[in-house]
């Protein structure tokens, strides 16, 4: 893994749900990070659910925090709903802190 791509993901960590205590990669919200030659994140990401009360504010938070990683130049981020999202693809770490 790259220096960019795991400062990426050290800055996606630092954003959490806020209806689960745990953060949005641990909960596996986070399905895909590639990173250009130019340092353009591209981030395929999901919600809990599609009525998530956090729809338009979640995915602003994560650009946000993306940029903040010292050497990106920009962020795309794709919300998808393609595979839902459900429990198994919480981290170990996640299952454990939710006692499942």
């Given amino acids: 893994m790259s220096d960019l ?7 996606i960590k630092k954003v959490y749900d806020p ?10 919200l986070i399905y895909k990070i590639e990173i250009d030659k130019k340092n353009m994140v591209k981030v395929d990401m999901t919600l809990t ?3 998530c009360p ?3 504010s979640l995915p ?5 925090y993306i940029l903040k990683a010292k050497g990106v130049s920009g962020v795309k ?3 998808v709903w393609d595979p839902p999202w459900d429990k198994s693809k919480m ?10």
Wanted: glycine share 2%; charged share 30%.
């Fill in 60 to 64: 602003k938070q994560v650009e946000e």
């Fill in 54 to 56: 956090v729809a338009e």
């Fill in 77 to 79: 981020l794709n919300l």
């Fill in 49 to 51: 659910s599609p009525n």
């Fill in 19 to 28: 209806e689960i205590p745990v953060n949005i990669y641990e909960l596996g």
């Fill in 5 to 11: 791509k795991a400062k990426v993901i050290e800055e």
């Fill in 91 to 100: 981290s170990e770490a996640a299952k454990l802190e939710l006692n499942l």
